[in-house]
């Protein structure tokens, strides 16, 4: 398979090596310093585009692969007011997508964990909920886009939360989500409910980025061929 990584830090020299590892050809590496070579890729000349960048530069590499006719997975968060747009274009253009905000697999078996637990507890109004998400000091959006996965989780069974906010919550009408950011870490979160006599957490732990990245390419592996907008649910299979 042959892949352009749109976007080439830290995340995208993990992917690289990952691909690689699994007999894949790196046939573009495309950050700021060449953006503009990313217009020379095209079906004849590459599968899939797998994207990792910067929230302010998300909406443009994906307007440009999906508009170019490229199969994209979309690891990068921040952005996702504008996701309809890029449905839409995918539909316009009868083209593929995959987005998630977490592409570990222990993540994702995490998201399932904490949307059963939700509803397990939104009966028992004596629980609050919150939630701390902690990142690395080179993560610029805040809160990420796993918490805010968790939290729509939340809000899906719980008929008393009406929102997530960043910080300021009371756990009973809105959910708090605390956004820690310290030196390398990469991604911690926390979900904790709290009564007057007990409290329920539950926590992930991610100790490199080999699980994203190993997660993205296996994306990248199983969106080839297809057509549509899909997600991790879709690659892993609904519960």
């Given at each position: ?36 070579s990313?217009s ?157 006599v ?35 649910d ?6």
């Open positions: 398979m042959r892949i352009v990584l749109l976007g080439y830090g830290k995340m995208g020299k993990v992917i690289e090596r990952i691909a690689q590892e699994r007999g894949h050809e790196i046939v573009g590496r495309i950050d700021e310093t060449n953006r503009e990313f020379e890729f095209s079906p004849a000349t590459a599968d899939v585009v797998i994207e990792f960048s910067h929230p302010s530069a998300a909406l443009q590499n994906l307007k440009d692969s999906i508009g170019q006719g490229l199969p994209t997975v979309c690891g990068t968060t921040g952005w996702l007011e504008h996701r309809s747009e890029i449905e839409a274009l995918t539909a316009k253009t009868s083209g593929a997508f995959f987005y998630a905000s977490n592409y570990s697999i222990g993540v994702n078996l995490f998201f399932r964990i904490n949307k059963r637990l939700a509803k397990l507890i939104s009966p028992y109004p004596q629980y609050s909920v919150e939630m701390t998400e902690v990142h690395h000091i080179h993560k610029l959006d805040a809160p990420s886009g796993t918490a805010i996965t968790l939290a729509e989780g939340i809000l899906e069974t719980n008929d008393r939360l009406s929102q997530w906010v960043l910080e300021e919550g009371d756990g009973q009408t809105t959910l708090p989500i605390h956004a820690v950011r310290e030196g390398e870490v990469p991604g911690t979160h926390i979900v904790t409910y709290q009564s007057e007990d409290s329920i957490e539950i926590k992930h732990t991610a100790h490199n980025r080999q699980g994203f990245a190993l997660g993205a390419v296996v994306a990248a592996e199983w969106l080839v061929g297809k057509v549509g907008v899909f997600g991790m879709d690659l892993l299979g609904e519960e």
